[in-house]
């Protein structure tokens, strides 16, 4: 059953939910993904977002660009975590997005990561979950210490060869 909900509005956030589902993969974290408009199947988004809890899901991701409804209408539907993933606009860069994501009213909060985060939205998802999962939280703990090995690699890497040569 799957713990997480990976929900956009459109193929064209695949890019961005891809990196998503990559991390939750390499957490071993079971989700779903859907492509669901809001705006353009109210029936089925008010269906999915109905059913999410029942169906198991602990927390959704939701990704979403321009007017960006699809987060907090989640939230608003669904009583569990919600995470909202801005995308980036070609006529606002993804200013748009973020601000409707992250300016929700009152009583819906849906958490936000940056235009474009993905893979930190799956983290954060993770993170929720780890609360009552030591196993997880384990997990969580090696991939944070991978992140700082390879930034300890990249340096060694520059020590080495010296700024001039170190993208050659």
């Given amino acids: 059953m799957a713990k997480v909900g990976i929900v956009m509005g459109s193929d064209s956030d695949m890019p961005v939910m891809a990196k998503a589902a990559a991390v939750l993969d390499e957490l071993n974290i079971s989700y779903e993904m859907n492509i669901i408009s809001a ?16 169906r198991g899901l602990k ?12 987060p907090g209408m989640c939230a608003a539907i669904f009583p569990l975590p919600v995470i909202g ?20 009213p009152s ?14 939205a799956a983290l954060l998802a993770a993170k929720i979950l780890a609360v009552s999962d030591a196993e997880l939280l384990e997990k969580l703990k090696n991939y944070s210490e991978r992140l700082k090995e390879q930034v300890k690699m990249k340096d060694r890497k520059l020590q080495e060869s010296g700024w001039k040569n170190y993208s050659r």
């Fill in 85 to 104: 993933v801005p995308m980036h606009t070609s006529s606002l860069g993804g200013r748009d997005s973020l601000y409707s994501i992250v300016q929700m």
């Fill in 107 to 120: 009583g819906i909060p849906v958490a936000t990561v940056a235009i474009g985060g993905g893979a930190n």
């Fill in 39 to 54: 705006h353009r199947e109210p029936d089925e988004f008010f269906q999915y977002a109905k059913s999410a809890e029942e």
């Fill in 59 to 70: 927390v959704i991701i939701a990704g979403a660009g321009m007017a960006a409804h699809l």
